[in-house]
């Protein structure tokens, strides 16, 4: 039987452990993933066939997603949001699922898609060490490092090209991932190279914002969203918008505080942007619930008030559960199963 979305508010998850292997194998699959692409990004010159094993990555990627897209979002905005071990990697795949998402909404090319895919991927293959050594040290860049972070999409382009990268349009997204001059025509007006880059970019810049460092806490996907669609982010406009419309407002694996003073976590995305579903985790006076309660958001009853960074919730939260609840409450609702089955679906 299908319902709207508002009739699942406070459904709990059942305590039977039925269909158990499909949660298990995708967080499986997450943690595999992520630590193939480290392996890759940091022994690169170890790594035969570098360009096979990259659409191999991509491969991978697309069966996670295409698995259930919102269970990836949340795992990959949790991952993002509340660690710093192996930076470099686990901010690739965040952005390498965004462009993936990305390259849905913009309906690009096969070609077009893999290029954006695989640069994600690899785009800071020049500076990997230094990019988990930045993510760790709470003072400023060293002159040093920051003439390293200056060079490192030529220097990636170049060790690409070294370890048997030949997609031109690959190399090139590469080469201008740092992308930093206002575009002088819109998005998909632009040379391949120059739209695929902003995409990247917007991307890189969002998942940036949202990851903690040793020197700050990850920002809220408030402040995320803000940097690639205020005035001030002429840069990455239309991408931007793009990716809000993608995953939403307050995309799966958020933290957010809900205007019954209760403190949740976004699991599912619904057809409304600014209403997912919700798990509420902490009560009004941020004290744990026994269990997480799934509740629907619809800006009257119970709305977001704000997102919250993962430096404000002090709760371990486990996300085997978290993933259950979204894909048991998905199969109420027709609009949301879709969500499960179509990757950046609506």
């Known amino acids: 039987m299908s319902t709207h979305p508002s009739s699942l508010a406070h459904l709990s998850l059942p305590t039977h452990t039925e269909d158990e292997a499909p949660y298990q194998d995708l967080l499986g699959m997450w ?3 992520e630590a193939a692409l480290s392996l890759l990004l940091t022994r690169p ?5 570098l360009p096979t094993k990259v659409m ?4 991978w990627l697309q069966e996670l997603v295409a698995h259930d897209s919102d269970s990836a979002l949340y795992l990959m905005f949790q991952l993002a949001g509340s660690s710093t071990v192996g930076y470099s990697a686990s901010h690739a795949l965040v952005c390498t699922t965004l462009c993936h998402i990305l390259a849905a909404d913009f309906q690009l090319s096969q070609a077009e898609r893999d290029a954006l895919v695989h640069a994600a991927f690899t785009m800071n293959i020049g500076m990997t060490a230094l990019q988990d050594q930045l993510a760790l040290q709470r003072e400023r860049p060293s002159v040093a490092q920051q003439e390293a972070i200056r060079m490192h999409p030529a220097e990636g382009r170049h060790t690409l090209q070294k370890l048997g990268v030949q997609n031109k ?3 090139d997204v590469v080469g201008l991932h740092h992308i930093n001059t206002p575009a002088q025509v819109p998005l998909m007006q632009q040379p391949a190279a120059e739209r695929l880059a902003r995409i990247l970019a917007t991307c890189d810049r969002y998942a940036a914002m949202i990851s903690p460092r040793r020197s700050r806490a990850g920002r809220s996907v408030t402040e995320s969203v803000q940097a690639v669609t205020g005035p001030q982010s002429k840069l990455y406009e239309q991408a931007g918008d793009a990716l809000i419309r993608s995953v939403g407002l307050f995309p799966p694996g958020v933290y957010v505080a809900l205007s019954t003073g209760e403190t949740a976590v976004v699991i599912r995305r619904t057809p409304h942007i600014g209403y997912p579903l919700v798990a509420t985790l902490l009560d009004t006076r941020k004290m744990p619930l026994r269990q997480p309660e ?5 800006g009257q009853d119970v709305r977001i008030t704000h997102a919250l960074s993962p430096f404000e919730v002090n709760l371990q939260v486990d996300h085997r559960t978290m993933v259950r609840l979204g894909m048991y409450a998905a199969r109420f609702s027709d609009g949301l199963h879709q969500l499960v089955f179509i990757p950046g679906a609506r």
Do not use: G, P, R
Not at 56 to 59: F, I, N, P, R, V
Not at 294 to 298: E, H, I, S
């Open 169 to 171: 349009l690959w190399l």
């Open 56 to 59: 191999q990555l991509d491969a």
């Open 45 to 49: 010159a170890l790594v035969q066939q």
């Open 294 to 298: 799934l509740t629907a958001t619809n």
């Open 31 to 33: 943690s595999d993933l």
